[in-house]
Structures are given as structure tokens and as C-alpha cells.
């Protein structure tokens, strides 16, 4: 007879956005035609720059005749776009990493899920507080999180690194030690980034307690502030301690056309064995590789043309960042984020649940935002709003809000 995963069984409902939109329809059925403002959704809305449209119509060409026809992609990726990514993502920033290391994947949110497959079920992991939920989740279903507690809504076996307005949203460093430590900066709910020296500290931390540190830095190419690392391998010996997770949907507009990739530095050693390794016989065995035309696309972005449309793009969202954050600051909301990332991070007002805010600012504003509890316990109390809506939508939800 057959058995399954029991820990899938485990995993508390994800109620979060399926509760927001039964909010909205049954909002929407009470005032039909409401002009409702949605800035809850972490999707980008601007279309594909015309480079990276014209490298996929190029792509698909040349998968049309004989001559040019591409199968199977190596087990990496193309050299092309892993010399694309070791030169501009690395190399500009005085970064050497080798083809060998990139490992190029469908997007940060399968290797972000994935990579537990290359460490122990006895690992301890640590996470912030409020998170990206794949992290957690992930290590539910491997097993790796101990019982659940329902009331804390928090995990035996996890770590959890709260950030909050009392520590300027930058985790601290644990009490106990953790094996496995996921950060993602610029952070995704709260929009905060930590600066090269304290991540320094992270990675000092880590290579003195055998750790590993997971760096997710999907919203690199937000960051606007000088001291903010654009990579975890600007801090000193983070090769030895660090995988780093990229992706394309969030400076490229790809979230539905699909690329990111993983960096291994091959440094990385559990004892003698080398992660990269392990990670390069897993990604061979279980993955077969982003489609040609996608990785095509991808090299765009780092062309010349690529790289200044895709910014006007970034430019276009962190306009409507600042116009979200400006405009609560002038409407007296405690708001960070918004600066380095395209989330704002606001404190709801009157000691507020996140869910209170949330009925009360689509009732009053037809304004949609995420409650921050549904990021994590310590998430209660702050409330989430992107900067990829059209700006004239922004300006107008920030209107309304301010006229509240
Ligand atoms: C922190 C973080 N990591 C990863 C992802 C997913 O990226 P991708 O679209 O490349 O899977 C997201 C998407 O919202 C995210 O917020």
C-alpha cells in the first residue's frame, strides 16, 4: 500500500490570498462597479522590454530550421547567458564567479523551494519574521520544521528572526544556532535591506557556526543606496558560507516567462564535500534545463538596449514606490521599505490588526494591500502595498488614502 509525504499534511491552509479575494468579490457584489485600486499583488504589470521581445522572436526562428534548431540545454544553462550573468552581475562588482558556478533554473521560487534537497533533514533552519513563505514551507514538507503550533503559528524546529519597527526590519543574529539561514534582502514583505557591513556580520556568523546562509536577492535591481550589497559574495568569505538565488521576474518583467538562477561557489563545503557538486547532480537529475528561447531572452536583458529599457522599467515601479511611501508619510503613516524595494512596509494606524486595516481601507479607500500577518506572527500590525500598479492608479489609491 502506498504512503505519502505526511508532512504536505502537516502545512497549515495558505488562506491568505484566497481570503483577499473572497473579501474583494464579496465587496465588489455589495457595490457593483466599485473602482477598486489593487496594490496587493507582487506581479509585475509592465510588459516585456522590446529587446527581450525581439531576442524571443529571434529564439523562436531559429528553433524553426534544422540548422539552428536547439534540443536539450546543458545541464547549467548556456554558456552565453552564464558569461552574461558572471560578467555583469559579478565581475562589475569585483566579484570572480566561475561559469561553473551559475546554475541557471525556472525562477528563484523553485530553487528557493529545491535547494533543501541538498541538505540533511537534521539541519535547523532560520528564517525572518515576517517571510516569503516558500522557505518555511519548503522545509514542512522535507520534514525538517518539527510540530506546528497554531496558536504561535510558528514551528518547533524553526528559527524564527523577527523584524519589526524595533530593529529597523534587519533580523539579529540568533540566540540559538541555526544550520541553514534564509535572507532575502531587499526583503519581500517588509522592503528593508541590510548594509554590506551587517551583512558582513551575517557571513562572519555563519562561517563561524557552519552555517550555510541562503541569500535570495530576487529585488537586487532595486537597491538605489550606495552601501547596500548588490550580492552576499561582496562580503568577505562569503564563498564559503553562501549560495546566492537570482531571478529574472522581478527586474525583467519574466515572473510569467520563467528564469532566475542559482550561484554555488565551489568554496562551499561540507567537510570535504562540495555543494556545488551536489547541486549540480541534483539540477542534472531533476531538471532538464529553461527553455533555449527563455535564456535567449534573458541575455537580452544584459544587453546595452536590455539594460536601459529594463531599467526604465524599475525606474517606472520605484517611481510609484515613492509616490506610495511620500504620500503615507504626508498622510501621517509609520512607513518604511519603498527605497531599495518595491514594497512598502506601513504600520497600521490605531493599533489596527493587519485584517482590520485591511476591511477598512477597502471599505473606506476600494484600496487593496496585503495584510502583513499573513507573512508571519510578527507581521501583525503592518500591512503590505507594491509599487507595481500603473502610477495612475498609485496616485489615485494614495489620494484616496490620504483623504481618509
Ligand atoms: C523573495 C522572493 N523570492 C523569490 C520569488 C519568486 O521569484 P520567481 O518568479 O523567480 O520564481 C519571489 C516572488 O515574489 C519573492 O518575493
Known amino acids: 500500500m502506498f504512503k ?5 499534511t502537516k502545512l497549515p491552509g495558505s488562506y491568505l490570498f484566497s481570503t483577499i ?36 522572436h529571434s529564439a523562436v526562428d531559429e528553433m524553426g530550421t534544422k540548422e539552428t534548431f536547439k534540443g536539450y540545454a546543458p545541464d547549467l544553462g548556456y554558456e552565453f547567458l552564464r558569461q552574461a550573468i558572471a560578467d555583469n552581475d559579478y565581475k ?22 529545491n535547494i533543501g534537497d541538498i541538505f540533511s533533514v537534521d539541519n535547523k533552519i532560520a528564517v525572518c519574521d515576517p517571510v516569503y513563505p516558500v522557505y518555511v514551507d519548503t522545509n514542512v514538507m522535507a520534514g525538517r520544521t518539527g510540530v506546528y503550533d497554531s496558536a504561535t503559528e510558528k514551528w518547533s524546529n524553526v528559527i524564527y528572526m523577527p523584524c519589526t519597527n524595533d530593529n529597523n526590519f534587519a533580523p539579529e543574529l540568533p540566540g540559538e544556532t541555526p544550520d541553514i539561514i534564509y535572507l532575502c534582502f531587499p526583503n519581500n514583505p517588509t522592503g528593508s535591506t541590510i548594509t554590506k557591513d551587517e551583512l558582513q556580520a551575517w557571513v562572519d556568523y555563519a562561517l563561524k557556526e557552519r552555517a550555510v546562509i541562503i541569500y535570495d536577492a530576487a529585488y537586487e535591481a532595486y537597491i ?16 564559503e558560507c553562501a549560495i546566492e538565488i537570482r531571478s529574472f521576474s522581478k527586474n525583467a518583467g519574466f515572473t510569467g516567462t520563467r528564469l532566475g538562477f542559482t550561484v554555488i561557489p565551489k568554496e562551499l563545503k561540507s567537510n570535504d564535500v562540495s555543494l556545488n557538486s551536489l547541486w549540480a547532480r541534483r539540477h542534472g537529475t531533476k531538471f532538464n534545463g529553461a527553455p533555449y528561447i527563455i535564456q535567449k531572452a534573458g541575455a537580452a536583458v544584459y544587453t546595452e538596449e536590455g539594460r536601459k529599457q529594463t531599467q526604465e522599467q524599475i525606474d517606472y515601479y520605484m517611481n510609484n514606490a515613492k509616490v506610495i511611501r511620500e504620500g503615507l508619510i504626508a498622510a501621517g503613516y509609520s512607513v518604511s521599505g519603498g527605497v531599495n524595494a518595491p514594497y512598502i512596509w506601513l504600520k497600521t ?11 477598512y481601507l477597502l ?3 476600494k484600496v487593496v494591500g496585503t495584510p502583513g500577518s499573513g507573512f508571519g506572527p510578527s507581521g501583525e500590525g503592518y500591512f503590505r502595498l507594491t509599487a507595481f500598479g500603473t502610477y495612475e492608479n498609485t496616485l489615485e489609491a494614495i489620494e484616496r488614502i490620504k483623504s481618509l
Open 224 to 239: 538605489s543606496e550606495d552601501n547596500v550589497p548588490h550580492t552576499i559574495y561582496e562580503c568577505m568569505g562569503a564563498k
Open 349 to 359: 494606524p490605531d493599533r489596527m490588526t493587519s485584517w482590520e486595516f485591511f476591511d
Open 21 to 56: 479575494s473572497k473579501k474583494v468579490n464579496t465587496f465588489t457584489t455589495a457595490n457593483p462597479g466599485a473602482d477598486i485600486i489593487r496594490l496587493g499583488i507582487g506581479d509585475v504589470t509592465l510588459p516585456l522590454a522590446p529587446k527581450v521581445i525581439e531576442a524571443l
Open 92 to 113: 562589475s562588482r569585483g566579484v570572480d564567479i566561475a561559469l561553473d558556478e551559475i546554475f541557471i533554473s525556472d525562477g528563484a521560487k523553485s530553487d528557493s523551494g
Open 4 to 8: 505519502i509525504n505526511d508532512n504536505y
Open 363 to 365: 471599505n473606506e479607500a
